[in-house]
Each structure stands twice: as C-alpha cells, then as structure tokens.
C-alpha cells in the first residue's frame, strides 16, 4: 500500500533560523495537505497543493510540490516560538475522496529562545 | 467555524472492558473518520463513514468497529480493550466533495491498564 515518509522526525531549531521537512510518497499522489498540531493540540489544516510543480505561500511558510508529485517540502524562514508543533503531510493517492489520505509521520519542531 | 467535539480528553478503562468513544460535528458533513495517533507511527486511519450508516475499514481496523446512526455522530466502540490500544484517538470530518481538508476534534487520549 501507499507509503509517506516525513523526515526528519525532530528538528531543534534556533529562533530566527529557517526549518524544512520533506515528504515522500511510494506512489504518485493526486495531491497533497499539510497540517499543523501544536502540543497538546489537534492537527489543524494550512494548505492543499494539487499541480505538479506548485509552490504555495502563507507569510514565512512556504510549500511545494514536486514536479513527479511524488514530494513535498515545507520550508519556515525565521521561525519563531509560535512555530513550535509537529507538521503533518498528508498525501491523497487517487481522487476517489479522503479515505485514501494517509498521513506521513510528521516533524517535530522545537525552538529554542 | 468547524466544531467536531469528542466527549472524553482522558480515559483509563481495564483490559477486556468495552469502551464507547463519541464523536459529534455541527457542520453538517457527510464525512467523519476515526485516527489514531501513536509517537512515530503519524495518524492512522481505524475507520470512515460517508453517510448514515455506511461505514467503511481503513489500515488499522482490528479490535475495534463504529456505528453512525445519525449523520452528525460517529461513535468508536472497542469491544475488549487491550493494553496495545492504550493511544490518542483523534475524530475527523470533512464535506463531501473531493479532497475537502479535515477538521479534527481535540483527541481523547485512552489508557487501557
């Protein structure tokens, strides 16, 4: 079955210096989300990239899809302490609904003052 | 805004009891799914349900069933907890329509002793 591999696991970052993660899948995705949970919380959606090749903005947050749409990356500049949390990719396989959406296993984020 | 509203934040049950996890949405959405989130292993698809009673297997549906009796409820039952069910259960819904992001309810963390 379909596979999506986050790494890193845990990143401990300065404030102020940038954070990636990358997101793989085994198989070519229709398209793919992103979540965000901070501690103790839920994962709260933050964006859906569908075309190959597109790259989506929010403020410092930048997201892409690869032209195979097979990854994705997630890139913070200047992260701040409310970046903390772990980020979630999600991956749908096909376009037959959100039962094949099958989540990565996330990226830990801590800052460090 | 999207509410999903879980009915427990902790629970501690024994092995063998049966256990009911409840799970309402006000926003009308056809979708509602059941996760569990383990360190490492992401989220992980238990079950899903597209309609009233309609109810459909996703990676993981060992130990456990649901039941959707009405539209805006979507209930997990462990028949006889284990100590390996002992997780974060997260409750998810979602519209209709394709690819539509998944609003989560705050999780009910289960410790089965």
């Known amino acids: 079955g379909q596979q999506v591999m986050q790494i890193p696991q845990y990143q401990h970052v300065q404030e102020g210096e940038d954070f990636t993660t990358y997101c793989n899948s085994s198989?070519?995705?229709?398209?793919i989300q992103w979540y965000k949970q901070r501690p103790g919380g839920h994962p709260v959606f933050l964006i859906q990239?569908?075309?190959?090749?597109e790259v989506k903005k929010q403020k410092r947050l930048t997201f892409q899809f690869g032209e195979a749409k097979k990854n994705s990356s997630l890139h913070i500049t200047a992260t701040q302490t409310t970046d903390v949390g772990t980020y979630f990719c999600?991956?749908?396989?096909?376009?037959?609904?959100?039962?094949?959406?099958?989540f990565g296993t996330g990226t830990r984020l801590t800052i460090i003052p | 805004d999207v509410k999903v509203t879980q009915s427990s934040r902790y629970l501690v049950k024994r092995t063998g009891e049966k256990v009911f996890l409840e799970c309402v949405q006000d926003?009308?959405?056809?979708?509602m799914f059941w996760y569990r989130q383990d360190p490492g292993l992401g989220l992980r698809l238990i079950y899903f349900?597209?309609?009233?009673?309609?109810?459909e297997k996703g990676d993981i549906p060992e130990g456990y069933s649901v039941s959707r009796e009405k539209k805006e409820r979507f209930s997990l039952i462990l028949e006889s907890a284990s100590t390996n069910q002992t997780s974060m259960y997260l409750c998810?819904?979602?519209?209709?329509?394709?690819?539509?992001?998944?609003?989560f309810g705050n999780g009910t963390r289960l410790t089965v002793t």
């Open positions: 998810a819904s979602s519209h209709g329509t394709d690819n539509s992001p998944l609003h």
């Open positions: 198989t070519t995705l229709s398209n």
């Open positions: 990239l569908v075309k190959s090749g």
């Open positions: 999600a991956g749908l396989e096909n376009n037959f609904g959100n039962e094949k959406l099958t």
């Open positions: 926003m009308d959405h056809e979708n």
């Open positions: 349900s597209y309609d009233v009673k309609m109810k």
